[in-house]
Structures are given as structure tokens and as C-alpha cells.
């Protein structure tokens, strides 16, 4: 007899996979009121960035960033808040933190349930839906069976809907496939492959190293196009090399343990060059950790509703169904990774435009509850290639959690959202008040009362006035007005010459000029006019107000994310809030000719914040935003006001 327990388990919407796809997929729904189940085969959530893999998070800031009031291409929503928290309360960069920032968002919601070191092994259908999936989790001897209305794969690999039965992609689509001008004359199954990163630290004194005799030898012909000990960049010597790359001509599923032990070899060997053989002036740099779990770059991508195509990034086709929007390069590496050392270790096509998600490319094809979200979106190899940054998967993965949530309240299965297009509109709006952007989508809550009043302001500047924080849209990604058509050529070429010259042509993605609403979309007070600045909203009649939402300037045009790589975190705000950012902030309501005290606020370093009243109040003829302070400077910046009753 197995002394295994068997537990049955029922929840709403089931998310495989801790990624942060699946981490944002689960907080999203979990927080419109669905009860969620997130189940992660790993002690710790995060996928690639954990601090298993350490991956950084990037996103449609792309390689070059943004603008600063012109274009703000750095996702909002979850991603965004997860990036403030860490900014500010992980300074030091510890990889151990940022577990522990997505293990405690997780812990926060009361209605999902985490189930660490489970793994998703099967699932039972009922005709075409999935009715429960099968989770194992050895170390406490457990098996669950779990039953849900919905199911979301975020699995990177997509274990839950290859056991489903969904049809999935492998590899690169010939050109006639898709008819993408990138795409090789005639596909094959050749992936991106994985990596093993690490991190080295100077000592105070020499650290001698001694490779075992199992690492790869090599010369400095491998290493033409492949620099590193550079500073400014990602190839310092504290951060490992994404470049590491090896196995993409295996199957990056089965051969994973080979794989794994391939490229222990080929990182030490890197290092033993480094170290023992480059020149370079090595000897107090000594390994701190080195990782065991290979960052996995792809493997399964699902057939859903709809297969994003490159051709629907070049073009930023606009999709009715947008849940997320992209940026990142078409980023494509040569499978042999580091057996190709006369090819480059990537190929980046820049794209001109931000781009949609549509939710149909999240959507089985041919089974009526079940998602996806994150690398294992239904894309082709080339669309693939941009989506699978991290800040865009968890872009995506909110967007699915939110369509899951009010798709359940609805009573209306996954497969059938995209024909429902009040539904639609519900969720892409409830998408823009949680904060994530969607190309040329503005606000158009009908309960939001702040878009009936009037507002005014204590000082603004040109561009900035009062009324700015009810246009609808709450950031600028106009751009430069100098975008368009994608130059031909590899991105990463530029960078190699950034690291001989100083110097870059910065190329910007930003929104086709068709849904970019130009203009600051936010109120700016006057410096001239100094702090406190004050902020109004006035009925014609007077309101009752039960909830206040503000979305605050945290300076999206920047790069902000946990990175090991020192050059890297030069360019950011790291180990403080933003300086835009509002810190010190009073509420008050004018009842019946009398200003009454709501709320103040200290310390503030997010960019959403909702304040829900202890009691609606009634009869509010106006609200007033007093800025007492920001995190830096000199005058107040509103993104947006929200009120509802
Ligand atoms: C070396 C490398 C460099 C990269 N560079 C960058 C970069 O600089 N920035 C960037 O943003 N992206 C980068 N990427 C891409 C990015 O890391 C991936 O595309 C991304 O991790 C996808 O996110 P995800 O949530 O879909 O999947 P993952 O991060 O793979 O997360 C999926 C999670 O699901 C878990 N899981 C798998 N199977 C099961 C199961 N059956 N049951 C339960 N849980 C399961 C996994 O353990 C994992 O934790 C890089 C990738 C690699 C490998």
C-alpha cells in the first residue's frame, strides 16, 4: 500500500506554474474575488528570476529605455508594483529577497492558496474541458487532486496542456509557415537554448581558481563576438553571461539533465578562461555561486485561438482582444549557442511600435477552460522571440488573471470570451484601473465619478494642467516623433560598438502614432509654486464616495528591475523609491461647506494607490489632493485620480 495521501482540492481557477507568469496570473484573479490555487513545482516562485536561475526582468523598455514625459514603455500593473517593493526594500540585491517579495505578495491574498514544491503530472478530462488536474508533491508524501471551473498554464513548458491534449509548436516555422520574412526557408525543431548563470565578487586578496578536469576548453576565438569583463553592461564579471548558451539542438525537456551537466562544464570553462587565461586582471574575482537549475529560454509553445505572429509585431496589429502589450526585440539566438562562436549569440530586430497581446493567443484551441500565459503563449518562434521577456509575461499572465476573474463572474468558459465583447471591454477596463496599459485604450469606467468633475489645481505647468489626471490614458508613449520603419539589421552589433566607442544610436519603440494619445497625462504643479500643491475635484452635485484611486509618477521611461549585473543597476533609481514619486500626500472631502480630514498618507513609494474608506461618505461636493512631499522633485505629478462610490 502507497503512503502517499490522496486529497481532493477545489478552487475557481487553477494556475500551474510560479513563474512570473503564473504570480501575476494568480494575484490578479485572486484579488477580483476568485479562489485560485497556485501551484509551483519549486521551493521558491519567480521561474527564471528566482534565485535559483537570477534572470533579470525586462520588458518593452528594451534595450535602450525610454524618454522621459515622451515615452514610458515600462509595464505597470503587478510587475510594476513587485519592481517598487524590490527597488526600495531590496537594495542590497539579494536574490534571497526577491523569493521572498513574490512568496509574501502570494501570502497576502486571501483567496489564493500556494502549494510549493507540487508539480502538475496529469489531467482528467470531461469532453473538451478539463475537469481536474493530478499534483504531486513527494517531499511531504502528498497527491492532490484539483478541481476547477478554469485552468491557466503557466508552466513555462506547459506540462498542463501537453497532458490536456492541446496541440503545441517545437521549434523554428519555416517561411511559409506563418509567412514570416525572418523565418528560415525550411523549419526545423531547433530552439533557443539554456543557460547556467553565475556570480563572481573581488576579494581582498588573490583567489586563485583550479578548474576540474570536466570543463570545456577554450580559446579567444570563442570569445570574438562573445565579450565579457566589460563594464557599463551585463558583462561585468559579478553576473555570469546569458551568452552561456548551449542545447537548443536537444530537446530541452527530455535532455534536460544532459543539458544541465553540459553547461556546468561550459560556465566553469568560461571562467577557468577568465580567470587563468584572458589577461585580464581576474586574480582577487572569485565565484560566489554558480546555478544548478538551467534557465530554460523555450521548449512547448500551445496552438490557441490565435498564433501571434511577427508579422503582428512589426505592424502592432490591433487587436480587439488586447489583454498585455510587448516591446522587447525580435531576440533570436543561434541554437548551437556557444558551438557557434562565428555567429552572434543573438540577433535583435528592433521593432518601432509596442505591440498587443490578444487574450486568443492565451486560449486553447481546442479546449474550452484552459489558458496560458508566459513563455508557452501560442506564438510563433519569431513573436515568441519578443514575448518571452519576463515583465511581459507577467503583463500577460495579469491580463489572463483578470479575464479568468470576470469571466467566472460572468459564467462565460474561456474559449467563448472573445466572442463576447461587453465581456471584453469589462476586462481590458478592469486591466487600465489595475493600473496596466493597453495601446490606445483609454479609461471609460462609467462608475468612475472623478471623470464628471471638474478639476483644478493650486499651480500646473504647460501641459500639465489639473484636468490631466482624468484624460483617460496615465503615461506618455508618443515618443520621440522620430520612430519608424524598423532599420534592418542585428541590435546587438550596436551594442558591441557602444562597448568600443561610448556611444549607441538610441532606438526607441514606442506607440503607433494611431493609438498614442500624445500629451503628458498627468498633472504637473509648478516648482516656482513650491509644496504643498493642491489638487481638486468638484461635483456639479455632490457624491458619495466609498473608494479613491491615485495613480502616482514612478518614471517609466527608466529601467527598473532586480539585476545582478552592477552596470545594469547604474541606470536605474535601485535602493530608493522613485523621485517622481509622490511620498506625502493628504486627502480631504468638503461636506456641506466644511473640509474634513480622509486620509494622509507618509513614506508612499508606489505608483497605485487605492484608498477604500472605513465609511463611504455622502455628500461630498469636492475632494482635495494636498502634495506634501515627493521622494525627490521639486514639484507634485498625478497620473490620474479615480473615484467611486
Ligand atoms: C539565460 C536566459 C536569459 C534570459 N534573459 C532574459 C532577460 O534578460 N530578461 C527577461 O525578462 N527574460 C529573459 N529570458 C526569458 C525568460 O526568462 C523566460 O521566457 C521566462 O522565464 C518566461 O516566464 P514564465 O513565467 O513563462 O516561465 P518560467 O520562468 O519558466 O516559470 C515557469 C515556472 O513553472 C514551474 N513549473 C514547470 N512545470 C511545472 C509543473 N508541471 N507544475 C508546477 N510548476 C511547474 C517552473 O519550475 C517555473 O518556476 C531569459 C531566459 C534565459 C533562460
Not at 548558451?245 to 539533465?257: A, F, H, N, T, V
Not at 528591475?561 to 541606470?571: E, M
Not at 497605485?608 to 461630498?620: I, Q, T
Amino acid at each position: 500500500m502507497s503512503v502517499v495521501t490522496e486529497t481532493s482540492l477545489r478552487c475557481d481557477l487553477l494556475v500551474a506554474g510560479g513563474g512570473m507568469a503564473g504570480v501575476c496570473c494568480a494575484i490578479a484573479a485572486a484579488r477580483l474575488g476568485s479562489r485560485v490555487i497556485l501551484v509551483q513545482d519549486r521551493p521558491v516562485l519567480g521561474g527564471n528570476a528566482s534565485s535559483e536561475i537570477r534572470m533579470h526582468i525586462v520588458g518593452a523598455t528594451g534595450l535602450h529605455a525610454g524618454l522621459p514625459l515622451r515615452l514610458e514603455p515600462r509595464e505597470g500593473g503587478l510587475i510594476e508594483e513587485i519592481r517598487l517593493e524590490l527597488a526600495v526594500r531590496n537594495p542590497q540585491r539579494s536574490p534571497a529577497v526577491f523569493d521572498l517579495v513574490l512568496y509574501e505578495f502570494c501570502r497576502a491574498e486571501q483567496n489564493l492558496t500556494l502549494l510549493l514544491n507540487t508539480t502538475v503530472v496529469a489531467a482528467r478530462m470531461d469532453g473538451d474541458r478539463i475537469a481536474e488536474v493530478t499534483a504531486e508533491r513527494p517531499s511531504t508524501e502528498d497527491r492532490f487532486r484539483i478541481a476547477a471551473d478554469m485552468f491557466a498554464d503557466c508552466t513555462g513548458d506547459g506540462r498542463l496542456g501537453a497532458e490536456a491534449g492541446v496541440p503545441v509548436m517545437r521549434g523554428r516555422e519555416g517561411r511559409g509557415a506563418f509567412g514570416e520574412p525572418l523565418a528560415p526557408a525550411a523549419g526545423d525543431t531547433k530552439t533557443l537554448g539554456s543557460t547556467i548563470l553565475f556570480q563572481a565578487r573581488k576579494h581582498d586578496r588573490p583567489m586563485p581558481f583550479v578548474a576540474p578536469p570536466w570543463v570545456r576548453r577554450f580559446t579567444p576565438a570563442d570569445f570574438k563576438l562573445r565579450p565579457f569583463g566589460k563594464s557599463g553592461a551585463d558583462l561585468g564579471l559579478e553576473y555570469g553571461y546569458w551568452w552561456i548558451e548551449w542545447g537548443g539542438c536537444l530537446d530541452s525537456i527530455k535532455d534536460g539533465e544532459r543539458i544541465r551537466d553540459e553547461l556546468l562544464g561550459i560556465t566553469l570553462g568560461v571562467w577557468n578562461h577568465i580567470k587563468n587565461e584572458s589577461g585580464l586582471d581576474v586574480a582577487h574575482w572569485a565565484l560566489d555561486w554558480i546555478g544548478f537549475v538551467p534557465g530554460k529560454r523555450e521548449s512547448r509553445r500551445f496552438v490557441g485561438q490565435h498564433v501571434l505572429t511577427e508579422n503582428d509585431l512589426f505592424s502592432s496589429r490591433a487587436f480587439p482582444d488586447a489583454i498585455a502589450f510587448g516591446g522587447w526585440p525580435i531576440d533570436t539566438h543561434p541554437p548551437e549557442g556557444v558551438d557557434a562562436p562565428a555567429e552572434p549569440p543573438c540577433t535583435q530586430h528592433h521593432l518601432p511600435w509596442l505591440y498587443d497581446v490578444p487574450l486568443r493567443s492565451c486560449v486553447a484551441s481546442n479546449r474550452r477552460n484552459l489558458f496560458f500565459a508566459g513563455r508557452n503563449l501560442s506564438a510563433t518562434h519569431l513573436a515568441f522571440a519578443s514575448t518571452r521577456v519576463m515583465a511581459t509575461c507577467a503583463a500577460i499572465g495579469q491580463g489572463v488573471g483578470t479575464a479568468a476573474a470576470l469571466a467566472l463572474r460572468a459564467g462565460t468558459e474561456p474559449a467563448a470570451i472573445a466572442g463576447d465583447p461587453a465581456l471584453l471591454a469589462r476586462i481590458r477596463q478592469r486591466l487600465l484601473r489595475d493600473d496596466a496599459y493597453l495601446l490606445g485604450c483609454r479609461n471609460e469606467d462609467p462608475d468612475d465619478l472623478a471623470r464628471r468633475a471638474e478639476v483644478t489645481a493650486s499651480s500646473a505647468q504647460l501641459g500639465g494642467e489639473a484636468v490631466q489626471v482624468i484624460s483617460g490614458q496615465t503615461r506618455s508613449v508618443h515618443g520621440s516623433g522620430e520612430t519608424g520603419p524598423a532599420p534592418a539589421g542585428n541590435q546587438w552589433e550596436n551594442v558591441l560598438r557602444e562597448l568600443e566607442t561610448g556611444r549607441a544610436r538610441a532606438l526607441h519603440t514606442c506607440a503607433p502614432p494611431d493609438r498614442a494619445f500624445p500629451g503628458l497625462h498627468r498633472w504637473l504643479s509648478d516648482p516656482a509654486a513650491g509644496l504643498p500643491a493642491r489638487l481638486e475635484l468638484r461635483w456639479p452635485e455632490p457624491v458619495a464616495i466609498a473608494e479613491l484611486q491615485l495613480v502616482f509618477d514612478t518614471g517609466l521611461h527608466r529601467f527598473l528591475t532586480l539585476s545582478q549585473a552592477d552596470g545594469y543597476t547604474a541606470r536605474m533609481e535601485w535602493g530608493r523609491p522613485q523621485p517622481e514619486t509622490v511620498r506625502d500626500y493628504r486627502i480631504e472631502a468638503e461636506i456641506a461647506g466644511a473640509w474634513r480630514h480622509v486620509h494622509t498618507e507618509t513614506d508612499n513609494y508606489r505608483r497605485r494607490r487605492v484608498h477604500r474608506l472605513p465609511e463611504p461618505l455622502a455628500g461630498v461636493a469636492a475632494l482635495r489632493i494636498t502634495v506634501l512631499a515627493t521622494n525627490g522633485l521639486d514639484h507634485a505629478r498625478i497620473c490620474e485620480v479615480r473615484v467611486y462610490s
